[in-house]
């Protein structure tokens, strides 16, 4: 028979959420609790009767709480088969009670590191009983039921009363897939951990875990499914964010407005960044948000329509007016002031998030991507250059107004599918060419785009993400009025290139850093 009665459940909790009330549940079905610690007086100062480990195994908690639970008459009435005759012997003959369910959730580890606390502090966060109590209850789900999340309590609750205090073969597999997902998770975040403390670059293995923020709709497309897992990072952005209003959001609103806060991150002017399908179709930077939005609105008014739009300060009416002006999806800011609330909030399917804080584009770590048997893993680029890592190549050398120009752009380029293009003026993109299998395709297009916005990029600069492996695509720059380039060089043709430029007397300086985005 797949249920089983559930007589005693061991219960060792960090978490607290909750138990009172299932523990009172289980000992209305007539179950024998047994606990440790914290856990054990908070049951007990419930007025539940309740054994310590302690009394269970004879041995009290010893070494700082260390060792409490490592002991036989711990885990010998846990991982006991019940239908094997030479275990219940060994129960009988060592005087071990069998153990029916184990409730445990872990030391906090992944929220000791996002605190900051040292080294020692964080090591001794690390369970070892927790985990080893989970998954021998896993391993022998076949006669035991462990439950490690407060989400679980309910759903178990249910069954003992649909089942007069007996669990189903079905929930117990269910919540042991859980439990070993819940322990892989947990000792992945501690060899993540110590693989940063040590800076050992790319380990020998590698492990990446996520817990389930929500089932979505459906993937990039209505027939993919999909979901949205937070990996525990404190990176601000929008797996951090608070939804002010709106609908819930997509899997394509997730990743557009990842790309979008991730570019507005990189300027310490005020700044507003529009986004469809994760390439920037207009950014500004100004000396107030409503002036930068006007100018990167101005780019590609017609892409912006259904957009995302993010920005890197608190959310002014003003802004906020101009915002809903045009339909979008959705809109993430460190915060917005109580009038740009109000003038959000009349426009109830716009997803606002607010994130109290930028993310670095400096910071360090890792990103990854799937492929067929593998995944490709690489650092951020984090790349951020200055005036002084440029390399003027050219005859003329750039103005400061060009200078300017070219570091926002180049910026901005940093932040389009490659081969990407951008023409920049006076703080604000003009045109972008963005994931053309030509880069000259990518000049001409980003040309006219702008042209078709209404704008020139007469006397702009122009961004490459990558060289000019020929001169044509400059060259398509420069018959639309661009006078200056920045692109990282590196070409075979360098000096053709730069011939070219100096021929029409434009200015070209070099960056040595190249930004390719796939």
């Keep these: 028979m797949s249920d089983v009665t559930i007589t005693r459940a061991l219960l060792s909790v960090s978490d607290k959420t909750g138990l009172v009330e299932f523990a009172r549940a289980l000992s209305g079905h007539g179950v024998d609790l047994v606990s440790t610690g914290g856990t054990a007086r908070a049951i007990a100062e419930a007025g539940l009767p309740v054994t310590e480990v302690a009394d269970l195994t004879g041995f009290p908690e010893m070494m700082d709480g260390r060792v409490k639970t490592l002991h036989p008459h711990v885990h010998g009435g846990i991982l006991a088969r019940r239908d094997l005759d030479d275990h219940l012997a060994a129960m009988k003959d060592h005087d071990i009670a069998a153990i029916d369910m184990v409730v445990v959730n872990l030391y906090p580890f992944e929220a000791t590191v996002a605190s900051g606390a040292d080294r020692e502090t964080t090591i001794e966060y690390i369970d070892i009983g927790g985990p080893a109590m989970i998954r021998s209850a896993a391993k022998n789900h076949a006669f035991v039921t462990v439950v490690v999340d407060t989400e679980d309590y309910g759903a178990v609750l249910a069954e003992l009363a649909a089942k007069n205090?007996?669990?189903?073969?079905?929930?117990?597999?269910?919540?042991?897939?859980?439990?070993?997902?819940?322990?892989?998770?947990?000792?992945?975040?501690?060899?993540?951990?110590?693989?940063?403390?040590?800076?050992?670059?790319?380990?020998?293995?590698?492990?990446?875990?996520?817990?389930?923020?929500?089932?979505?709709?459906?993937?990039?497309?209505?027939?993919?499914?999909?979901?949205?897992?937070?990996?525990?990072?404190?990176?601000?952005?929008?797996?951090?964010?608070?939804?002010?209003?709106?609908?819930?959001?997509?899997?394509?609103?997730?990743?557009?407005?990842?790309?979008?806060?991730?570019?507005?991150?990189?300027?310490?002017?005020?700044?507003?960044?529009?986004?469809?399908?994760?390439?920037?179709?207009?950014v500004a930077i100004a000396a107030s948000l409503a002036e930068a939005h006007a100018k990167a609105l101005a780019c590609d008014p017609v892409s912006a329509f259904g957009g995302i739009v993010a920005v890197n300060r608190t959310l002014d009416s003003q802004t906020a007016e101009a915002i809903t002006e045009v339909f979008t999806e959705v809109v993430i800011a460190p915060g917005a002031d109580d009038d740009a609330l109000k003038v959000f909030a009349a426009k109830k399917n716009l997803r606002l998030l607010l994130t109290d804080d930028l993310p670095d584009p400096g910071e360090t770590g890792l990103t990854v991507r799937s492929l067929a048997g593998g995944l490709l893993v690489q650092t951020r680029?984090?790349?951020?250059?200055?005036?002084?890592?440029?390399?003027?190549?050219?005859?003329?050398?750039?103005?400061?107004?060009?200078?300017?120009?070219?570091?926002?752009?180049?910026?901005?380029?940093?932040?389009?599918?490659?081969?990407?293009?951008?023409?920049?003026?006076?703080?604000?993109?003009?045109?972008?060419?963005?994931?053309?299998?030509?880069?000259?395709?990518?000049?001409?297009?980003?040309?006219?785009?702008?042209?078709?916005?209404?704008?020139?990029?007469?006397?702009?600069?122009?961004?490459?993400?990558?060289?000019?492996?020929?001169?044509?695509?400059?060259?398509?720059?420069?018959?639309?009025?661009?006078?200056?380039?920045?692109?990282?060089?590196g070409s075979m043709r360098d000096d053709e290139v730069i011939a070219a430029a100096d021929e029409r007397g434009m200015a070209m300086v070099l960056t040595g850093m190249r930004h390719f985005r796939h």
Excluded at 193 to 213: T, V, Y
Aim: proline fraction near 4%; hydrophobic fraction near 40%.
């Design 381 to 489: 680029d984090n790349g951020c250059l200055s005036a002084d890592d440029l390399k003027t190549v050219s005859q003329r050398a750039p103005s400061a107004d060009e200078l300017t120009d070219m570091l926002f752009a180049f910026r901005v380029a940093k932040h389009v599918k490659s081969n990407a293009i951008v023409y920049a003026k006076g703080g604000a993109t003009v045109g972008i060419g963005a994931g053309q299998m030509s880069r000259v395709d990518s000049a001409r297009i980003a040309r006219r785009k702008a042209e078709d916005a209404g704008l020139s990029i007469e006397g702009s600069v122009v961004a490459s993400d990558a060289f000019f492996p020929f001169a044509d695509g400059l060259l398509a720059a420069a018959d639309g009025g661009a006078t200056a380039a920045i692109q990282p060089g």
């Design 165 to 282: 205090g007996a669990t189903s073969l079905a929930l117990r597999r269910r919540l042991a897939a859980t439990a070993y997902a819940r322990t892989g998770a947990y000792d992945t975040a501690i060899a993540r951990w110590f693989e940063r403390e040590e800076d050992e670059g790319f380990p020998r293995r590698i492990g990446f875990a996520g817990a389930l923020e929500e089932t979505l709709r459906y993937g990039e497309n209505p027939h993919q499914a999909a979901a949205f897992y937070k990996d525990g990072s404190a990176r601000p952005g929008v797996a951090t964010a608070r939804q002010v209003q709106g609908k819930a959001l997509s899997f394509n609103n997730l990743n557009d407005t990842d790309a979008a806060y991730e570019l507005v991150a990189e300027f310490s002017d005020p700044a507003v960044a529009i986004i469809k399908h994760a390439n920037p179709c207009g």
